[in-house]
């Protein structure tokens, strides 16, 4: 199964834009790119996702790039909510394998 | 839509003894999974059901773990017995089969999960 690479750690300021990076050089052609944040004691909520177009909703943008080995989860305006652990995670067409991996911790400066 | 409900909230249990672990996923939703969550890390897959059948359970310890969904609605988890190491937070998602692009696609839904401390 596809494995994804993302920094341990990050920091923005209360209001700024963030551009949360993930790398997943062995994603497959029928792999989604799927993004969940989990505040702390709660369970992981979906944020995202998309396979090869950039994506927009309510809570963010994903931004994939043109061969598909790397994506980023853009938060237009950070706010001390966005606080949170930041999950990139591939999924496969059959559904089965959905694996986090350890995610990266944004911590949003007032 | 109600969300995925999850008890006990808390449970701290002695190495050895058993614990049961109870999920109702989201109504409609055939699809449920149960992740184990130690502190600092990302959650882990233990199984994936599709209605009542298992989909997935490679990652599951079936010496002491197990876990069912007879009616394809709610589901138990259960440790039996428990170790030091199963200290953690055990995370009950669902998600519908289909979703817009089809298959597969739709986005799991979880619960806050059941946090057991073992001493």
């Known amino acids: 199964d596809a494995k994804t690479t993302q920094p341990n750690s990050m920091e923005s300021n209360e209001e700024e834009p963030v551009h949360l990076p993930c790398n997943h050089s062995t994603i497959s052609g029928t792999d989604y790119i799927h993004w969940y944040r989990q505040l702390p004691s709660q369970g992981p909520e979906y944020v995202i996702h998309?396979?090869?177009s950039n994506v927009n909703n309510r809570m963010a943008s994903l931004a994939i790039a043109e061969d598909r080995k790397s994506s980023t989860l853009i938060l237009h305006r950070a706010t001390l909510r966005d606080a949170a652990v930041y999950y990139c995670?591939?999924?496969?067409?059959?559904?089965?394998?959905?694996?986090f991996g350890t995610g990266t911790s944004l911590t949003v400066i007032p | 839509e109600a969300g995925v409900a999850q008890s006990p909230r808390y449970k701290i249990i002695e190495k050895r003894q058993s614990v049961a672990f109870w999920c109702n996923p989201i109504?409609?939703?055939?699809?449920l999974y149960w992740y184990q969550q130690i502190l600092g890390q990302g959650p882990k897959l233990l199984i994936q059901?599709?209605?009542?059948?298992?989909?997935?359970d490679s990652q599951l310890p079936k010496d002491r773990f197990s876990a069912e969904r007879l009616k394809g609605v709610d589901s138990t988890l259960k440790i039996q017995p428990a170790k030091l190491e199963d200290s953690a937070v055990y995370l009950c998602a669902s998600s519908s089969r289909m979703g817009q692009e089809g298959a597969y696609n739709s986005p799991l839904h979880f619960g806050n999960g059941t946090r057991l401390t073992v001493t």
């Open positions: 995670i591939l999924r496969d067409n059959t559904g089965n394998q959905f694996y």
């Open positions: 109504s409609g939703h055939a699809t």
């Open positions: 998309g396979l090869t």
């Open positions: 059901f599709q209605n009542n059948g298992v989909v997935d």
